[in-house]
Nanobody, 120 residues
Framework: QLQASGGGPVQTGGPLTLSCAASGPFHSVPILAWYRQTSGKEHELVASMTRGGSAQYGESVKGRFTISRDNARRTIVLQATNLRSEDTGVYYC????????????????WGQGTQVTVSS
């Protein structure tokens, strides 16, 4: 289960923090990430982070957004700055999860989505 928090209305140029926690009796969470669906665009990666701390960012958010991860709490935090109107959209938490150490493959989980609206 993925529990997300944050989102809502924010002023242009302002900051925003999104958090997501993965909970459940599973073995490991190799990847935690945020994706978003914005107007006129397909589902796109915002930022992801592996258990080992390797981060990836979507081109449009590089230099403005920062992702961090707490492995013990299985939580990621996305800190967004200098928000623009084109950042408006629904943000989804994503997790790649191995249910047990003997699982044949990993599973993908998606959070329900949280609306972010950037306006002046």
């Amino acid at each position: 289960q993925l529990q997300a928090s944050g989102g809502g209305p924010v002023q242009t140029g302002g900051p925003l923090t999104l958090s997501c926690a993965a909970s459940g009796p599973f073995h490991s969470v190799p990847i935690l990430a945020w994706y978003r669906q914005t107007s006129g665009k397909e589902h796109e990666l915002v930022a992801s982070m592996t258990r080992g701390g390797s981060a990836q960012y979507g081109e449009s958010v590089k230099g403005r957004f920062t992702i961090s991860r707490d492995n013990a709490r299985r939580t990621i935090v996305l800190q967004a700055t200098n928000l623009r109107s084109e950042d408006t959209g629904v943000y989804y938490c994503y997790a790649e999860i191995w249910l047990t150490r003997h699982s044949a493959r990993s599973m993908e989980y998606w959070g329900q989505g949280t609306q972010v609206t950037v306006s002046s």
